[in-house]
């Protein structure tokens, strides 16, 4: 199976991505291949909602959406990955997903399985709600099969990261595929 994880957060080193590498050294020991999006990093302009795609594409910006358009819709997954930021996900993430408006359809119709990879300093029972709804929302919209979501709570640095069960969760979830 191809997958593409979508990573989310502005720290390279932080503790969501350190998941990230957990689920993906888990994937290709299963015989997965693994393509990573740095969306954080990458140059990914917001959608401006002038519909010039006619929510097929191509978008008018000029900017890396184009190949990222072609690397998730070759994949058979979609791994989407945030540190928690205000219950939500992170505005970089948030942005690459809203550039799918240029090809919605073509994702829907992929069928494509789906995961979700998070931490977060909090440690309530509450504190992942808002971000699992809207993960939740975008599975039923884009006619997603949800795999698992590794939910890190009390992971506030890649050290609390490391020395919890997180690490583990997101190795055997990536480990599990079939």
Known sequence: MKIVVLEGSPNKKGSSNQLASCFIQGAKEA????TVI???????????GCIYCGYEGPCIQKDDMEQLRSE??????????????????????????DRFCAFNSSIQRKH??????TVAWNSDGWTFDALKAHYKTLVRYLNLRDMGMVLGKGCGTPAMTEHSK?????????LGLK
């Open 38 to 48: 740095d969306a954080a990093h990458a140059n990914i302009h917001p959608c401006t």
């Open 72 to 97: 998730i819709l070759e994949a058979d997954m979609m791994v989407f990955v945030t540190p928690l930021y205000y219950y939500g996900m992170s505005a970089q993430l948030k942005i690459l997903i």
């Open 166 to 174: 997180y690490p583990r969760q997101a190795y055997e979830l990536g």
């Open 31 to 34: 015989g997965h291949t693994v």
């Open 112 to 117: 494509m399985k789906s995961a979700l990879l």
